[in-house]
């Protein structure tokens, strides 16, 4: 295919039209520095932070936005429905040192919803344009959008949130092809994606159903400035990478069964390794330097990995062979040395090889 420039977001350039799309209480900052490590990345996107907790400085909010040096460029996705506080959210981001600021105008979930926050913004064009140019007005790093098709398929609104947004300041869109309502059921519409990206003068990514490389590279033929992958990447940490091999002209990588189980154990060590410093500030806190770490600190921290391993491989383990054996395995793991070891002995090149399998099924 003809050569594709990455995009620019503002005054932001990609160093790749592939971006690894937020999906809540999975892409964590511990797993997009992995992905990142792989290649092919241009942007990641944080989880969904709620503006309100933000802005109130509440601790487990501002964990949600965490992000490293490595990561970057990195966009801070934040949801809400006030535009006042969207924009006092929106510096809380940029004084983090976020490189772009995102609103999220896509998620179905009703308790998100119900409080005029998340898809239910589509429902609202102009409300969504006065976040947007508060926003926008408030701070020097671009705004973005993530949005759906619309509602419902009665009320497809994104071309005119997509027109709204632009006037209002938005520096770029990115639009999932299926309704609110959808869900993840049924197809992305990416001729509806295209027909919007090719009415607004603003760059335009396109999300839904990239599971494989090749359906990554496909999506740039339809006039979109990049594409969103979500559950693809959870599925296939290599994926951009490869999809920019094959944008490149290159045969993709070839991902074998060991680096598959090092993921893995690269996933747990830095997961740990965060948490270490999380609790290096409780233990700097603490009257004596000589106060250990309570034990059950430490134990509800190894179960926190081991539930997060769990949910990674609910997703990581689909079309591999062998993958819902894993996931029965994983789901059972009663320690991190437990874990470990299941995930040595499947990955291992004497082991299970791990392949995954022709059209992603299962086994």
Not at 9 to 27: D, K, N, Y
Not at 81 to 96: C, F
Not at 177 to 186: E, F, I, N, V
Not at 234 to 243: E, F, K, Y
Request: with cysteine; hydrophobic share 40%.
């Amino acid at each position: 295919m003809e050569t594709v420039q990455p995009p620019a977001i503002g005054t932001v350039s990609l160093p790749s039209p592939f971006v690894v799309s937020p999906m809540a209480g999975m892409t964590d900052t511990a797993f997009r520095r992995l992905v990142k490590r792989q290649g092919g990345c241009g942007l990641v996107v944080s989880e969904m932070v709620s503006s309100e907790g933000l802005v109130r400085g509440i601790g487990r909010t501002l964990e949600y936005a965490e992000y490293t040096e490595e990561e970057r460029p990195v966009s801070i996705q934040i949801f809400g429905g006030d535009p006042e506080r969207m924009a006092e959210a929106a510096r809380v981001v940029e004084g983090m040192g976020a490189d772009i600021v995102d609103v999220n105008m896509g998620c179905p979930v009703p308790k998100i919803a119900k409080h005029h926050a998340g898809c239910s913004l589509m429902r609202e064009p102009r409300h969504a344009a006065a976040i947007i140019e508060a926003m926008a007005k408030a701070v020097r790093i671009p705004v973005t959008v993530k949005m759906r098709k619309g509602w419902d398929e009665t009320d497809l609104t994104a071309p005119e949130v997509a027109r709204r947004v632009q006037d209002a300041g938005a520096a770029a869109i990115a639009i999932h092809g299926r309704t609110a309502k959808q869900s993840y059921t049924g197809q992305a519409d990416w001729d509806f994606v295209s027909a919007v990206a090719a009415a607004v003068q603003i760059p335009v990514f396109g999300s839904g159903d990239c599971i494989e490389p090749e359906q990554v590279v496909e999506r740039l033929k339809g006039g979109v400035s990049g594409v969103f992958v979500g559950r693809g990447v959870l599925r296939n940490p290599w994926i951009l990478a490869q999809a920019r091999d094959l944008l490149e002209g290159r045969v993709p990588r070839v991902v074998t069964s060991q680096e598959r189980g090092e993921f893995l154990l690269d996933y747990i060590d830095l997961l740990l390794h965060d948490q270490s410093q999380e609790a290096d500030g409780f233990r700097h806190q603490a009257p004596s330097a000589a106060v250990a770490e309570p034990p059950a600190r430490v134990l509800g921290r190894e179960r926190w990995v081991v539930n997060k391993v769990r949910a990674l491989c609910s997703w990581y383990t689909k079309g591999l062979d062998g993958g819902s054996h894993l996931r029965t395995r994983v789901n059972a793991a009663e320690s991190l040395t437990h874990l470990r070891a299941i995930i040595d002995e499947f990955f291992s090149e004497d082991g299970h090889d791990g392949r995954r399998m022709p059209g992603g099924a299962d086994e």
